[in-house]
């Protein structure tokens, strides 16, 4: 019994000393870590609205982290596409001079042919479309992960002002500007995930901007 005992109190010890440790990795990397996760939030936020110089988060519970996601659910269902596979996980406004330049949505499409895909979407505060920054992504290579390696696909919403996207399988879209979005040749599938994503992310920038909120540093989006 005395040797149960002491071999109880040993691994006792091994896991207090363990979780310990654990405990203090955790403190001293939480931190370096946090900052390293938004610095590439912000730097995805440049590359789809490089016109603004910083980016605020806007106020409220309803665009917190935890709660923007339902925020958005009942608008996705209800629209007559039905965005129900598609999920909206951040939305922060770009500022320049004390005012608004545009909004910065990021969606995660659940409908890729090869699961999710995030990826975050800019678009002006006149409503023009002006990149995709494409977060993650678990595509066929050479397949659907031309979405993300090849930038002809993406390049086609730039420039736009429209609620919605098309997608076409016989080659009259490919302009910029046009609402008219060309399929990748063997991947309609991912195609139509990431368009129906960006229009998500398009009835959420709507959204916003008809709710007439203001920024965590007090900007009103107009």
């Known amino acids: 019994m005395n040797k149960i005992v002491k071999d109880a ?11 310990i ?16 996760n938004e610095k590439a939030k912000q730097k995805a936020y440049k590359e789809v609205l490089t016109e603004a110089d910083t980016f605020e988060a806007i106020s409220g519970d309803a665009y917190s982290e935890s ?18 596979a598609d999920e909206i996980t951040d939305v922060v406004a770009g500022i320049k001079d004390g005012k608004v330049v545009g909004l910065v949505v990021t969606v995660v499409a659940g409908d890729g042919y090869g699961g999710d895909i995030k990826f975050s979407i800019g678009v002006s505060s006149e409503g023009k479309y002006m990149g995709t920054s494409i977060l993650s992504i678990g595509e066929t290579a050479g397949l659907g992960m031309r979405v993300k390696t090849d930038p002809s696909f993406l390049s086609q919403f730039k420039d736009a002002v429209t609620d919605k996207f098309i997608l076409v399988k016989d080659g009259s879209g490919a302009a910029a500007g046009d609402e008219k979005i060309d399929a990748i040749s063997g991947s309609t599938v991912t195609s139509k995930a990431v368009l129906r994503g960006i229009n998500a992310a398009l009835l959420a920038y709507k959204s916003v901007y008809e709710a007439n909120v203001i920024t965590v540093g007090g900007v009103t989006v107009e």
């Open 21 to 36: 440790l654990l405990g203090g990795v955790y403190e001293i990397t939480k931190n370096p870590i946090a900052e390293q």
């Open 67 to 84: 709660n923007i996601t339902a925020t958005f659910a009942d608008l996705l269902k209800s629209d007559s596409e039905n965005y129900e």
């Open 9 to 19: 109190l040993i691994l006792f010890a091994i896991t207090l000393v363990a979780g």
